[in-house]
């Protein structure tokens, strides 16, 4: 597994050895122990435990997020896609980080079989570049609906460039979600 630093402190691209011959490939999706060497070879603290994995399928132009979670349930998120492509941005909530409000995006797909690490402290969201996108997540935390917080996908202090072609599809929740300014934050 190679880990590769982003602009954003913590938050790492992972490229999986992949193993290929005339019969298809292999790869390791997921090893703990080698997980926590890389990090500890990159210098970056060691996450707690995944405790749930989750699923979502996604027609082109669906936008989800930018999603978070507060204490006692934020969430680190070990993500990947299985099927189609997607962009997915990360965005530095952490107050009293240098790089606030800063965002990194990247794209996944099952070609390139790319992971990004999100440790917690990140608002996470991403863009289906495909129909019938997978998209998968490895969570340090289970989900909490009194925790879960959101900011709008297209806030102008951000300024992501979502390579969109036209307004995204994206849920109720999601278009009503406040700007960074106005969004409940984690504490420092």
Request: a negative charge; charged letters at 20%; proline letters at 9%.
């Amino acid at each position: 597994m190679k880990l590769t630093k982003t602009p954003l402190s913590g938050v790492l691209l992972l490229e999986p050895a992949v193993f290929g011959d005339e019969r298809g490939w292999f790869m390791e999706s997921f090893n703990e122990a080698r997980f926590e060497a890389a990090l500890r070879e990159q210098g970056e603290p060691l996450p707690p435990r995944f405790v749930q994995d989750n699923h979502s399928c996604s027609k082109a132009g669906v936008l989800r997020g930018l999603h978070y979670q507060l204490p006692p349930h934020a969430q680190g998120k070990l993500v990947r896609v299985v099927q189609g492509a997607a962009w997915d941005v990360a965005v530095d909530i952490r107050t009293d980080s240098p790089h606030f409000g800063r965002w990194f995006g990247a794209e996944l797909s099952a070609a390139n079989r790319l992971q990004l690490w999100l440790p917690p402290g990140f608002a996470h969201g991403f863009v289906a570049l495909q129909d019938d996108t997978h998209f998968l997540y490895k969570t340090t935390d289970v989900y909490a609906r009194d925790c879960e917080r959101c900011i709008r996908w297209d806030d102008p202090a951000l300024a992501i460039a979502w390579p969109l072609q036209g307004l995204p599809l994206v849920a109720p929740k999601d278009a009503a979600a406040p700007l960074l300014a106005e969004a409940e934050l984690p504490p420092a």
